[in-house]
């Protein structure tokens, strides 16, 4: 498509001239005018791009929606978001990041709008009423983590199933047997069933009860303040636990330094370790925390990929794509104590 | 304007009737489509937003314009944006986070598209390219930051000047003569004069002179991991100061973090004070770091009144506002130490 400094260069003008002829928003010769106008009609340039739009039924925008009003925007749901749109950019698209409750009305509207060609979905629950919507609708999605039920639904997200199962292995090698996993709990109840937090308890159960260890769960805000009251409660009502999963960014490091206020030192007292968080969250902590990082930029980019291919019908396959979280060590991860402080 | 929701309501059908008939995704019986159409033309139900858009100029999309691709996405940037869509949302708006370098031509597209009625300004340097573009445009716009030439622009800034101010007075109140002022730099060319790191350089190096103190400036990324670079560096090389302003937000807690590992003890060793953060970031450390907290919330809901103001004509007043951050005390402030360990 051509933009507007191509006009200028074509018609001989500063980028300036053209923008004041297009919006009327300075005097302009009619000589000037007149070879603007013909540089635009030359390249096929587009002054309207909501004309435009009806035209060929294109914006080039995608919406990325996220319930950034019910539910706090983490660090790494930034990184989801830049590497999303970074992507989009790349190909031609504009993504933006469109604060959206979870409701199917709200999905209605924009799909009937006409203003985006395409949504990634991000905050997914098992039973998404936005993903039933966007089902019925003529505008291509693509899902950013995964309801319950996939069938015929275009996804990329994080493999909790198979990162928590890792993360308790690597827990019994260091010779603990009592865990906690905590997490960010359902929070406001449009996130009931919230994906991350329904599918790593219920793989955090199974396989704590497999392999014999005892397996608790506590649930706090994510927030640092969050974290600081976790440690609180842990140090009250987990005086055997030595190894915790911490599943709630935000919280991570008001944790681990409630724990130290608390007295307790990593790893000789406790052994924490992040999932699904960052190296920029856990270095935030001293020490740092060992993480199992969140694969963000490379699910941003492919569920951006996944639209845009559906959306340009370069594909007739269905993506459905899991990407582990990757190890990396750190300083509270140590054996277990023989006996607790 | 008339929702699905009341489309549904008058013609006693349910929400996804309604969206079925809209959107021709699934069969409709005739005598449901007449009641559904009978109900939305009672109502004035616009099924496309862009037609209507066109019809009357309006999209009721806001974009909050910020480089996310070029400036990473702080903590205290979200607040901003999610204060500021939730005010577009209660004034009937929506508010879009639209990643966009700061570059005129682009944002001559956006305004030239009609996709959004107004735009706010983020991360605005003091000669901005995009503000030049906006004044020649029709299109509404307010600033969250201001530009060195503020006459005729709607903004509303943090007021860095007496924030610093008071800051360095309180140091001084400590018994502090020689500190660091530690920030993120220009980073990017593309935020040539960013605002709110010149501002805060110049009053830092006026009023240190004008108390006769020593003040020295740092450099550092917007990470954990380029906080505890900064400390490392700090340490090696301003063994005499013993007070620190950080106004690098996401290098805060592995600044805290690293001066730790080198030994340090906060605040017998060195105080600091973390400048326009929030209490959540500033509580990931332990001890807790004394604070001058953005007020992210609030400017975020009036830059967005100034547009909605000026977009629906309200005002005629030029709104120019700024507010200083408000501290709040934390571990990390206390007396100078005779001599450094």
């Known amino acids: 498509?051509?933009?507007?400094?191509?006009?200028?260069?074509?018609?001989?003008?500063?980028?300036?001239?053209?923008?004041?002829?297009?919006?009327?928003?300075?005097?302009?010769?009619?000589?000037?005018?007149?070879?603007?106008?013909?540089?635009?009609?030359?390249?096929?340039y587009r002054r309207n791009a909501?004309?435009?739009?009806?035209?060929?039924?294109?914006?080039?925008v995608l919406a990325l929606l996220y319930p950034a009003l019910q539910h706090r925007f983490s660090p790494t749901s930034v990184r989801f978001f830049t590497s999303a749109a970074d992507q989009a950019r790349l190909r031609g698209y504009n993504l933006v990041l469109w604060p959206m409750s979870n409701d199917a009305e709200a999905v209605s509207e924009l799909t009937s709008s006409g203003l985006v060609d395409g949504v990634v979905l991000m905050e997914v629950q098992l039973d998404d009423p936005r993903v039933a919507e966007l089902s019925g609708s003529t505008v291509p999605f693509a899902l950013i983590g995964r309801t319950r039920d996939t069938a015929g639904i275009p996804f990329v997200d994080v493999d909790f199933e198979s990162t928590v199962e890792k993360a308790?292995?690597?827990f019994i090698q260091l010779g603990h047997t009592d865990?906690?996993?905590?997490?960010g709990g359902i929070g406001n109840q449009l996130l009931g069933g919230y994906g991350p937090v329904a599918r790593t308890r219920k793989v955090f159960g199974e396989v704590t009860a497999q392999r014999g260890l005892s397996g608790a769960i506590m649930s706090g805000v994510h927030s640092?303040?969050?974290?600081?009251?976790?440690?609180?409660?842990?140090?009250a009502s987990h005086p055997e636990t030595t190894g915790v999963l911490m599943m709630n960014e935000q919280a991570?490091?008001?944790?681990?330094?409630?724990?130290?206020?608390?007295?307790?030192?990593?790893?000789?007292?406790v052994s924490v370790v992040a999932i699904a968080s960052s190296l920029d969250i856990v270095s935030?902590?001293?020490?740092?925390?060992?993480?199992?990082?969140?694969?963000?930029?490379?699910?941003?980019?492919?569920?951006v990929d996944t639209l845009i291919d559906r959306l340009d019908k370069l594909s007739d396959t269905l993506p459905?794509?899991?990407i582990e979280c990757s190890y990396s060590s750190g300083a509270t991860m140590g054996t277990a104590p023989k006996r607790k402080k």
Not at 50 to 60: E, K, P, Q
């Open 1 to 44: 498509m051509a933009t507007m400094q191509d006009v200028a260069n074509l018609a001989n003008v500063s980028l300036a001239t053209v923008s004041f002829t297009i919006n009327n928003s300075k005097p302009v010769s009619p000589k000037t005018r007149a070879k603007v106008e013909a540089a635009m009609k030359d390249l096929g």
């Open 168 to 170: 308790i292995d690597r």
């Open 50 to 60: 909501v004309g435009s739009a009806l035209a060929r039924g294109r914006t080039h």
């Open 284 to 303: 935030m902590s001293e020490p740092e925390m060992a993480v199992y990082i969140s694969p963000a930029d490379e699910l941003g980019r492919l569920g």
């Open 252 to 269: 991570g490091p008001g944790f681990v330094a409630g724990l130290q206020q608390a007295g307790y030192r990593l790893p000789q007292d």
């Open 179 to 183: 865990l906690v996993l905590v997490d």
């Open 320 to 322: 459905q794509l899991l």
């Open 224 to 235: 640092s303040a969050g974290g600081r009251e976790l440690a609180k409660e842990f140090v």
